[in-house]
Each structure stands twice: as structure tokens, then as C-alpha cells.
């Protein structure tokens, strides 16, 4: 087994980190990864801001909910960048309508999770940790506040890295059986009864946000995280429109 797979295959979301800090010739080469990502049509509509005011730092971790996100050595926001594009069509006097799409977002979102995927990569090949961070999505428009984004872009993922200063168990994964289907979807009679192994598997499993205690099992936890709605979550289609992207087409 090859160097990149053992680091993928033992990935582990790290929340805490050394006050060292991260070199700049490794920031460099994270940096050349993030731009050499795959990107829908050439169009390389995804762009990365590399936090380090303490203020904007603190204000994020307050949006996101996890304090800890502001002692981290690296916060990067991967963000939707598509206001590039449409200046270049405003600087040429051509119209904006077909970019400012939902279609056009879309594949903008997949570029900037790609590229996020495609350095924590690297961070880990380095032997540093990451945590990608999904909370920005909590409150995309005091994320857009607090880092004054312009129209047509939108906060997709955040990602603190840094020396790890934990080290937690290798969280349990759902066997490849049920994630892996052939020319088709395969359903299963009950989800819940398939799972029944993997579920006693993930109770073994000790998060260390909350190190004293085992978690839920995976189908306790699919309760719990969606059988109510997050009524700010919800309403994602209202701050992508206030960015000026066209979640409909009359």
C-alpha cells in the first residue's frame, strides 16, 4: 500500500493543535495542491481566504459554534467564486445571466469542495491534522459579513489545520457493502436491521470532544440529526439568492 492511501485511510478529524507554526514553504505548497484541483470547465470558480485576523477568527468561531476553531495555526474558507468570472463578462460589456446560475453555482460548490478534499490531503501527507469545517454554513451571511464577500460569492467549507496536539481513535465507517452499489441503487428491506453491526461498532467509539462518554449508534444518530429541521439551514436558498445567484429561472 502506497504512501497516499495509508494517510487517506487513516484520517482523523483533529480539533486541537500545537501553537507551532505551519512553515511558509509548506503553506506554498498547499497552496500550488488547492489551485491544481480539478474545476468544472476550466472556469476555476473556487478561491480560498486564509484567515489570520484574530478578530474575523473569533467571529467565525462564534458563527460555527466550536471555539476551538479559533486556536488553530491555519483557518482557510473555501468559498464560491464566481464574482471573477462575472466581472470579466461585465469588463467585456457581455451579459451575466448565464453565470449567475444555479447550474453555475453548483459546479462552483463542487470545485471548492474538491479543492478543500484535495489539501487535507496534503496537510495530512505532511503529518499535520485537519478539521473541515461545515459549521460556516450555520450563518452564511455573517460569514459573508465578516469577511466583507462580494456578490457572487458564498462560503462553502472551512478548514483549520495545524501539529496535532490529540490524537483520537479512528472513527468507525459503515462497511463499503452498503456505500458501494452496480449499475444501480440496491435497497435493503430494513436500513436499520443492515446497520445493526456497524451501530454496536460506532458505541465502541470515543469522541473526544466529549472524552468521557461513548457515542450514539449511527441509526441514534440519523435521528437525532434529521428528524427535525434547522430552520436557519433551511432557508440556504435565501442567502445564496442575496449573493445574486438565481435559485429559479422564470
Known amino acids: 500500500m502506497n504512501h497516499t492511501i495509508n494517510t487517506q485511510l487513516g484520517h482523523r478529524t483533529i ?11 509548506t503553506l506554498a505548497e498547499l497552496k500550488s495542491v488547492a489551485i491544481r ?6 472556469l476555476q470558480q473556487a478561491s480560498v481566504i486564509r484567515v489570520t485576523d484574530a478578530q474575523i477568527r473569533a467571529e467565525l468561531a462564534q458563527i460555527g ?16 467564486d464566481v ?22 453555482f453548483v459546479e462552483a460548490f463542487t ?10 490531503n496534503a496537510v ?36 483549520t489545520f495545524g501539529v496535532p496536539n490529540q490524537s483520537p481513535q479512528l472513527k468507525p465507517r459503515m462497511s463499503s457493502d452498503f456505500r458501494f452499489m452496480e449499475n444501480g441503487y440496491e435497497h ?21 470532544r466529549d472524552a468521557s462518554r461513548h457515542v450514539d449508534s449511527f441509526t441514534d444518530q440519523v435521528s437525532r440529526a434529521l428528524s427535525g429541521v434547522r430552520m436557519k439551514r433551511a432557508q440556504i436558498l435565501n442567502d445564496i439568492a442575496a449573493q445574486g445567484f438565481r435559485t429559479a429561472i422564470a
Open 111 to 120: 470545485d471548492a469542495c474538491l479543492m478543500a478534499q484535495n489539501v487535507v
Open 37 to 42: 484541483t480539478a474545476t468544472s470547465r476550466g
Open 124 to 159: 495530512e501527507s505532511f503529518g499535520l491534522g485537519a478539521n473541515l469545517l461545515g459549521n460556516v454554513l450555520n450563518d452564511p451571511m455573517a460569514v459573508v459579513n465578516a469577511l466583507d464577500l462580494p456578490l457572487y460569492t458564498f462560503p462553502v467549507v472551512g478548514l
Open 65 to 80: 459554534q466550536q471555539p476551538y476553531v479559533a486556536r488553530a495555526p491555519e483557518y482557510w474558507l473555501f468559498i464560491v
Open 188 to 208: 435493503r428491506e430494513s436500513w436499520i436491521e443492515a446497520l445493526a453491526d456497524y451501530d454496536l461498532e460506532l458505541q465502541t467509539y470515543y469522541d473526544l
Open 83 to 104: 464574482h471573477r468570472n462575472i466581472q470579466i463578462l461585465q469588463e467585456r460589456k457581455e451579459p451575466i445571466d448565464g453565470a449567475s446560475t444555479m447550474d453555475v
Open 15 to 25: 480539533r486541537e493543535f500545537t501553537d507551532e507554526a505551519i512553515s511558509s514553504d
